[in-house]
């Protein structure tokens, strides 16, 4: 057990027996009233955001968590099929627990798993890719003078946002967090 002070965000504690990750965590002290903690969590299994407000000093259960970096095999009806390097288990991991970062995944990735004991709780994908773009409308000499985005389809099959100058086989380095482009890349 450890006390209220002792988390931050990004921990992951068990929260009236379900697992929870604080995604804020703000020291509060009002004029005259006792100091507390403010905490938005969210549900591991469901993904629900809570807030609660923790007293000082109060005793939460930190759970132990192992994070190992595995590679995503393929997709299998809403699940990703991941392989730890070492031993070569294969795992299935709800994609949902990729987030976002789901449409992403490329066969051959290394992705970043965490497990309470056997049980995969959370997933992510890397926070940087790079990728091919597979269609977009060709690009104009002289459109590089605006900030001026159009749409581009990747070798995953998602689309994002691309400067005007960029055309097909351009190779392109995507944050999966937001899923901007962050850089053109010469291969």
């Given at each position: 057990?450890?006390?209220?002070?002792?988390?931050?965000?990004?921990?992951?504690?068990?929260?009236?027996?379900?697992?929870?990750?604080?995604?804020?965590?703000?020291?509060?002290?009002?004029?005259?009233?006792?100091?507390?903690?403010?905490?938005?969590?969210?549900?591991?299994?469901?993904?629900?955001?809570?807030?609660?407000?923790?007293?000082?000093?109060?005793?939460?259960?930190?759970v132990?968590?192992d994070?190992?970096?595995?590679?995503?095999?393929?997709?299998?009806?809403?699940?990703?099929?991941?392989?730890?390097?070492?031993n070569?288990?294969?795992?299935?991991?709800?994609?949902?627990?990729f987030?976002?970062?789901?449409?992403?995944?490329?066969?051959?990735?290394?992705?970043?798993?965490?497990?309470?004991?056997?049980?995969?709780?959370?997933?992510?994908?890397?926070?940087?890719?790079?990728?091919?773009?597979?269609?977009?409308?060709?690009?104009?000499?002289?459109?590089?003078?605006?900030?001026?985005?159009?749409?581009?389809?990747?070798?995953?099959?998602?689309?994002?946002?691309?400067?005007?100058?960029?055309?097909?086989?351009?190779?392109?380095?995507?944050?999966?967090?937001?899923?901007?482009?962050?850089?053109?890349?010469?291969?």
């Open positions: 057990m450890a006390d209220t002070g002792d988390i931050g965000v990004g921990s992951i504690i068990r929260f009236n027996g379900e697992l929870v990750q604080i995604m804020e965590y703000q020291h509060r002290t009002p004029g005259n009233l006792r100091a507390f903690y403010q905490a938005k969590m969210r549900n591991l299994k469901n993904g629900k955001q809570t807030e609660n407000r923790f007293r000082s000093g109060e005793l939460v259960e930190v132990r968590v994070y190992k970096m595995m590679q995503f095999i393929y997709p299998e009806n809403g699940f990703a099929v991941v392989m730890d390097n070492e070569f288990e294969q795992v299935h991991i709800p994609m949902t627990m987030g976002d970062g789901a449409k992403f995944l490329k066969e051959g990735m290394e992705v970043k798993v965490s497990f309470e004991g056997d049980e995969p709780i959370i997933a992510e994908a890397p926070t940087f890719i790079e990728s091919q773009i597979t269609y977009t409308e060709p690009g104009m000499k002289g459109d590089t003078a605006t900030n001026t985005l159009k749409r581009a389809t990747i070798d995953t099959g998602t689309e994002i946002n691309v400067p005007l100058f960029f055309n097909e086989g351009d190779w392109v380095k995507i944050d999966t967090r937001t899923g901007n482009y962050v850089e053109r890349i010469k291969k």
